[in-house]
């Protein structure tokens, strides 16, 4: 059978992909019988469960011998915990505390599924192949979920003063209207945020995408908030959009019966408000947390999602420190299925619909 390069066919959205996803999990957790459920909600997602019940403990979303490794380290298995930001408000069943690995599409599953196989990595190398793709030692060992810090403009010592909102603020691009806010010096022990990198492989920092409809937008007062911004970025060639709300309408009255009501008892409509918001939030913050660890960066995404590859381009044209652009790197998870074992590439195909570029 002859497969057309994944490259080359129309553009996926995000919703049409999580779909595809779910009818590929539905399929193999029915045919493999293996423990899974639906979640509720407008667009069900499949989640899988782990099934101590067969004579090899099972996990649906993922390969067999990357869950037994997962299982083996401590450190990986850690990640198997982490909570999905959804399953407060969508339910698959009463008695069950889906996380976020569990579910069909997740990225950080897929990421595991990969760099946590055995024949990936194992007694502490990562296979050279792979290794020579990232540009990276084969010596590393894969690390997920890690949190690096990202300098903000505020220090441990002006943070608890009470000063003007000018004088907390450094210098800024005219798309935020700081042009002419007044320069302060550095100062030491910077206040950071709690970004999260998806994996780190030695001085290599990877950002996961599979499903997700964006990178996160922000608003440009969010954005300027970090040390390093104008350092990397020509912040006026960030990706922006403009955002208008809807007018709200007054409710309708009948006043048939009434007297005519007092103009100043008429319900007022709110206009339309617009506002700017800054594309590729989180690639801003994973680029300057790299910048800071002295790490690159590059984002993991389908060849699918032509419209995620857009906005990391659009991220990446904004940079405009020459000797650090070069850190910055896109690879899909399709050139990346090259360079791996045969099994996991069928497991990737079946269950993600990804095959080598």
Known sequence: MTHTPQTALAPWSASLLR??????????????N???EQTTGSEPSIIFGRNEQAEQVRHGNFHPATYTAICANPAWSRRLTKTHTAHRRVRARADWQWMELDCANSSDALLMNIFCHPQVFSEGRLN??????LGVSSNTEPNFGIHPGVPLKRSLTNSKKKTTRNAQREPTSPLFNDANAPTQPEEPNHLKDRT?????????FLEAKLTESNFQTANPRLIERYRDLETIFDVAR?????ITSAPSHPSTEDFSD????????????????????????????????AYDSDASFCVLCDARRRDLIEIWFSVLAAVHYPSFA???????WQELTTTLPEDLQKFLEAKYGILPA
Not at 196 to 204: F, P, R, Y
Not at 238 to 242: A, G, N
Not at 260 to 287: D, K
Request: hydrophobic share 45%; net charge positive; glycine share 2%.
């Open 19 to 32: 779909r595809d996803l779910n009818a590929r999990a539905q399929h193999i957790a029915v045919t493999s």
């Open 34 to 36: 293996l423990l899974h």
């Open 128 to 133: 050279p192949t792979v290794a020579s793709l």
């Open 196 to 204: 999260e990198i998806d994996l780190q492989l030695g001085n290599l």
């Open 238 to 242: 960030l990706p922006s959009k403009l």
């Open 258 to 289: 009434l007297e005519e009501p007092h103009a100043t008892m008429s319900p007022i409509a709110t206009p339309a408000r617009s506002r700017t918001v800054i594309q590729g939030y989180q690639l801003i913050r994973n680029v300057l947390a």
């Open 326 to 332: 070069w850190r910055l790197k896109l690879l899909t």
